[in-house]
């Protein structure tokens, strides 16, 4: 596939980007976990990144809190951890790029407007989708104040332009019409805070990253960063979306339904509850062993072909159970 043939000859890179608006829960640590496994899994590097742009939700300490409650549960990011607050002037160099070729242009819709004029987005089942954008100030703004910054989805409307097709190693082939499913979507919000879309594509692309692993609740996000990637001249990672832990009523395990902090006094026990959630027989009874297993046990779920780890540029024969402990 196109997306696998333009997947980048470099290192292993990946990444864990929590937003530090409360601790760790069972949830979060599935994610942490599997993006965790599988660089180790691949010879490769994990970063921690804490998303913290959206100022207003941010928890003071939280970020501190995640990084020990990580350590904790042997997983230690190889590397400074980096925070999306002090790297604003990457958003707005990419804000300006994409302004420059003509893709970015000021809304000055406010919300009530828009609630009036769209539609709900059709299957939205992401938290973060957002009510497709009727294209009311693309053709200018007429004397209103601007508000927020769009994305010009395609160059030419109704031409499908911005349908993406991509792979995720575990769900398989996907597609989404970004203009039809999502449209116009915000680059930089109303009170001057960059996107969480932008922001990663930016991120992701400074950082290296060759291989995203984190949760499905962000399936529905992955066209829309592919096109920000090909719009910016960035390269495409790889894409891994696992599975959620659920509530009785199906719903995703997340603060807002009431996952509770991670217990710290039992690490064992949590990453024993998150590798069942990835199917993964991991055994020991020692954190190094249980996570030397489950690296293991990553590698022969999750492992890439033979071809894809000879473009990462490693032997994955060499990048046997490595656990190495916290500094
Ligand atoms: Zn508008």
Known sequence: MA???????????GRFAPSPTGLLHAGSLVAALASWLDARAHGGRWLVRIEDLDAPRNVAGAAEAIVAQLESVGLCAD???VRQSQRTALYEAALQAL?????????????????????APAGASDARAEAIYPGTCRGGLRGKTPRSVRLQVERVAGTGEARIDWRDRRLGAQHQDVARAVGDFVLKRADGIFAYQLAVVVDDAEQGVTDVVRGEDLVDSTARQILLQRLLGLATPRYLHTPLIRTADG?????????TPLALDDPLAALRQAGDVLGLAARGTTLAEWLASAIGCWRDRFSMSRGDVDRLGHDARLAAARTPPCP
């Open 99 to 119: 302004a420059a070729k003509g893709r970015a242009y000021p809304c000055a819709c406010s919300r009530r407007d828009l609630a009036l004029a769209v539609a």
């Open 3 to 13: 997306d696998r043939a333009a997947a980048p000859r470099a290192p292993y890179v």
């Open 79 to 81: 590397g400074a951890v």
């Open 251 to 259: 719903v995703k395990l997340s603060k807002q339904t009431g996952a």
